[in-house]
C-alpha cells in the first residue's frame, strides 16, 4: 500500500503560481509512476501531468504545456507540480495518483493509489 497526501493548493489570482506537492508513505514509492489529475464542479477527473520512476520522462496535457512542470525526489518520497501562469480555467481539486510499474497512463482508472485532493482556486 502507498499513502499520498497533497499540499500546497490554495486561492491564487490569474497569473499566478503554486506548487503542489504529493508526500509518499508505504511501499517503497521510487518505483512507482506519478499522475496528476484534476476535477473541476460537474465535470470528470482529468488527466494533467504524470512521471516516471526516475524523473527522466514527463508527459502533459495540452492545456498545461509550457505551464505547468512535475517533477519528483525519490529520496523524500515526494513529487511536485510546479504551475505558473494559473489560468481561472485551471480552478479544480488536484489529485495525485501513483500506480506500480513502468508505463505511464492519461485514465485514471489505470492508477492503483490515490491521494485526497486539495483545492486550487483561480481567481480572474
Known amino acids: 500500500q502507498v499513502q499520498l497526501v497533497e499540499s500546497g493548493g490554495g486561492l491564487v489570482q490569474a497569473g499566478g503560481s503554486l506548487r503542489l506537492s504529493c508526500a509518499a508513505s508505504g511501499r517503497t514509492f521510487s518505483r512507482h509512476v506519478v499522475g496528476w489529475f484534476r476535477q473541476a464542479p460537474g465535470k470528470e477527473r482529468a488527466f494533467v501531468a504524470a512521471i516516471n520512476w526516475s524523473g527522466g520522462s514527463t508527459y502533459y496535457a495540452d492545456s498545461v504545456k509550457g505551464r505547468f512542470t512535475i517533477s519528483r525526489d525519490n529520496a523524500k518520497n515526494t513529487v511536485y507540480l510546479q504551475m505558473n501562469g494559473l489560468k481561472p480555467e485551471d480552478t479544480a481539486v488536484y489529485y495525485c495518483?501513483?500506480?506500480?510499474?513502468?508505463?505511464?497512463?492519461?485514465?485514471?482508472?489505470?492508477?492503483?493509489?490515490w491521494g485526497q485532493g486539495t483545492q486550487v482556486t483561480v481567481s480572474s
Open positions: 495518483a501513483a500506480r506500480e510499474g513502468l508505463e505511464i497512463y492519461y485514465y485514471p482508472a489505470r492508477y492503483d493509489y
